[in-house]
Nanobody, 121 residues
Framework: QVQLVESGGGLAQPGGSLRLSCAAS????????MSWSRQAPGKGLEWVSG????????YYADSVKGRFTISRNNDKNTLYLQMNSLKTEETALYYC??????????????WGKGTLVTVSS
């Protein structure tokens, strides 16, 4: 069965950095686009970033563009999110997501359980 296991969350200071990882199993990782979303306390789910199955194209929410970098290693079945210049309002549970197809925009069919990122001084 499909499993997505996030790691790398924790406490970061404002302006600091964290790198999230997502270990994927149970499907052919290299055949599917992947995404990251987040949910802040008391708010809805917010899409953050996406990447094509082969890594050739990446997409970002305007709020994180220039500060976050999504990447993947298809040999290791792992998705990453490098987060720099973190802001307190980015405290949230960050989810790894499997897209339905090789490219973005067709929907998500699996989510991980999330990793908590807390940005605070």
């Amino acid at each position: 069965q499909v499993q997505l296991v996030e790691s790398g969350g924790g406490l970061a200071q404002p302006g600091g950095s964290l790198r999230l990882s997502c270990a994927a199993s149970g499907f052919t990782f290299s055949s599917y686009a992947m995404s990251w979303s987040r949910q802040a306390p008391g708010k809805g789910l917010e899409w953050v970033s996406g990447i094509y199955s082969d890594g050739s194209d990446t997409y970002y929410a305007d709020s994180v563009k220039g500060r976050f970098t999504i990447s993947r290693n298809n040999d290791k079945n792992t998705l990453y999110l490098q987060m720099n210049s973190l802001k307190t309002e980015e405290t949230a549970l960050y989810y790894c997501e499997k897209d339905i197809k090789w490219s973005q925009g067709y929907g998500i069919d699996y989510w991980g359980k999330g990793t908590l990122v807390t940005v605070s001084s």
